[in-house]
């Protein structure tokens, strides 16, 4: 263990380190919350636009179904009738919808890939960067009392 | 425009690098070069896997926000 004779250090300057290590964890703790938000607002934004979509199919549907029970009447009756519109709207709701759906499953994976680093850097930050400034806080407490400086809170 | 949060915790590393770059300047013992190794360097690695690994997730996410705007 090395005896605080000899350390030579400027007290000042490893209390401003100090002072910048814990405002920086405290910052960086903020990053990783917004970046925790900003993975919940993509997967509520994808699951508000899938909502969308399945009412939005349901009633094409429901369309599509009118059409074709009209069209049957209307070629019972000798006269054209077309649902080909209707098809395509239903189509397409579909197709948005599948969409969707891909991009959800392609966000879970990323958010599950990501938890792993986020959740060992949170430890990082919550655990072992406020023992790195207890040592610190030891070292400089060590140097002050070495050189019969008076201690001043932490 | 705020930045995006990788920004930011990009910008608070460089900070904070420089900060140890100086506090080095006054810090000339053995015990300097065992925080350096012990306590900096890995806290420097991890900083930068999470901003990385941070940045690429929040491009997925604004692809698929941006994506899905029909």
Not at chain 1, 41 to 55: H, I, M, N, P, Y
Not at chain 1, 67 to 96: I, K, M, W
Not at chain 1, 109 to 133: C, I, N, V, Y
Not at chain 2, 2 to 10: H, L, N, Q
Request: with cysteine.
């Amino acid at each position: 263990m090395t005896d605080v004779a000899d350390i030579h250090a400027d007290i000042d300057a490893l209390k401003e380190f100090r002072d910048a290590l814990t405002e920086f964890r405290h910052a960086q703790r903020e990053v990783v919350e917004r970046g925790d938000q900003e993975i919940e607002v993509t997967r509520a934004g994808l699951e508000d636009k899938a909502g969308q979509w399945r009412s939005l199919l349901a009633r094409r549907e429901a369309d599509f179904a009118a059409c074709q029970l009209a069209a049957a009447a209307e070629l019972a009756a000798g006269r054209p009738a077309d649902c080909s519109a209707e098809a395509t709207a239903v189509r397409e709701a579909q197709e948005r919808l599948d969409y969707i759906r891909r991009w959800q499953q392609r966000v879970e994976e990323e958010a599950s890939t990501f938890r792993g680093t986020a959740d060992r850097f949170r430890d990082l930050l919550d655990l072992d960067l406020p023992r790195t400034e207890n040592h610190l806080l030891a070292i400089i407490s060590g140097l002050q009392a070495a050189r019969g400086i008076p201690v001043t809170g932490s | 425009m705020p930045a995006r949060p990788d920004e930011d915790g990009d910008h608070l590393l460089r900070m904070i690098d420089s900060i140890w770059q100086k506090t080095q300047q006054h810090w000339l013992d053995d015990m300097a070069g065992h925080f350096d190794r012990a306590h900096w360097t890995p806290l420097l690695a991890e900083s930068r896997t999470y901003l990385r690994a941070l940045g690429e997730c929040l491009e997925v996410m604004s692809t698929a926000q941006r994506d899905t705007e029909f």
